[in-house]
Each structure stands twice: as C-alpha cells, then as structure tokens.
T-cell receptor, first 111, second 114 residues
C-alpha cells in the first residue's frame, strides 16, 4: 500500500516555508525524497536511513520517525525553483525489493 | 556522463501492435526497474530486476513483460498494448535494491495506445 502524503497540494509565496508529510501503514527502514518538475523525471533530493536523518539539498531538510512510520520534508525560504511534485519513496519490507512511492504533493511557489 | 537512457521518448501506437521500450544504464547498477505514472495515481512500479536473469513483479505487472539478459539493459515489452496502457513510463536504476540506494531515472517515455 502506498505511503500517504499530506498535503496533496500547497501554494506558497517566495520565502515562505512548507512541510510535506509521508505516512506509511507499514514499517519504514528508509525513506527517499524526490522532486519532479512537470513532464520531467523525478530527481533525488535526500535519503533518510533508520536511526538517523540526513540533510541533502539546499534549504531542504527532512526527518524520519521510525516508530510513527512517518517522514517529513521541510522546505525553508522557498524559491520559485522549488515548484514541482514531491514524492516520498521506500523499499517494501515484505522480503521483496519492490519500490513504492507515496501519493505525491504538488507544490507551487509564486513570486 | 552517468545516465539512464530510454527510447523512444514518444510513441503513438494502435491496440495489439507489439512494442518494446528500451532502457540502458552506464553505471554498472545491479537494480533496474520500470514505473508508470498516471494522473492522480502517482508512480507505480511495474517490474524490477535485481541482476541479470533475475526479475520480479512490481505492483502493476499485468500486460507487461521484461527481460534482463545484460546488466546494462532492461527492456519493457508490451505484447498486445491496450488503451489503458497509455501512460508516462520511467525506467530507473540503482546500485542495488537495498533501501540505502538512490534511484536514477531515465527521461521518460510517453506512450499513447489508440
């Protein structure tokens, strides 16, 4: 089952902050975050592994709460270039190596 | 340049006419996978491959076939395409299938089945 992301969509003004949440019904051992511009391929932002978190990109950071099976992506002082759709992703823990993406969050930054 | 290359980028075909979308990576990655992206449904995995001759189904494998005869190539085959396979397709690869490894995506292939 897909991780659920919230909000589904958000509109910001330049300089404002945003938080995107990713919640799974199953245990998460790692969480990946990707951003996709319209009509383009998803691009990796950062990865969070069990037991820690990792900042990976510009003014974007993330947290990972294994017990709550949740991850959050924090975008501070948003820029126009942050616009796009954000996906969390994870490898299935069912013993296979299926990769599952979250439902996605559309973010638009206005000047 | 490290990359994943998909071809064709755009294709319009008719119902029942077999087609193959090729995917090639030059990073010596073990894990390769295919996804389809549809409005409102996000990215869904079709098939993945852990290594040469090792493939397994993702969440939406019906109507698709794959093969992994060489490490660098992972073609997606639609034996008898139907209109519900109209979608944007992405190939992606990573060093391995473990959760610590990042997916690198191809540019995408937009397929329309009439």
């Amino acid at each position: 089952q897909q991780p659920v992301q919230s909000p589904q969509a958000v509109i910001l003004r330049e300089g404002e902050d945003a938080v995107i949440n990713c919640s799974s019904s199953k245990a998460l051992y790692s969480v990946h975050w990707y951003r996709q511009k319209h009509g383009e391929a998803p691009v990796f932002l950062m990865i969070l592994l069990k037991g820690g978190e990792q900042k990976g990109h510009e003014k974007i950071s993330a947290s990972f709460n294994e017990k709550k099976q949740q991850s959050s992506l924090y975008l501070t002082a948003s820029q126009l270039s942050y616009s796009g759709t954000y996906f969390c992703g994870t490898v299935s823990t069912s013993g296979t190596y299926k990769y599952i993406f979250g439902t996605g969050t559309r973010l638009k930054v206005l000047a | 340049e490290a990359q994943v290359t998909q071809n064709p980028r755009y294709l319009i075909t008719v119902t029942g006419k077999k087609l193959t979308v090729t995917c090639s990576q030059n990073m010596n990655h073990e894990y390769m996978s295919w996804y389809r992206q549809d409005p409102g449904l996000g990215l869904r995995q079709i098939y993945y491959s852990m290594n040469v001759e090792v493939t397994d189904k993702g969440d939406v494998p019906e109507g698709y076939k794959v093969s992994r005869k060489e490490k660098r190539n992972f073609p997606l085959i639609l034996e008898s395409p139907s209109p519900n396979q109209t979608s944007l397709y992405f190939c992606a690869s990573s060093l391995s299938g473990a959760g610590a490894n990042v997916l690198t995506f191809g540019a995408g292939s937009r397929l329309t089945v009439l």
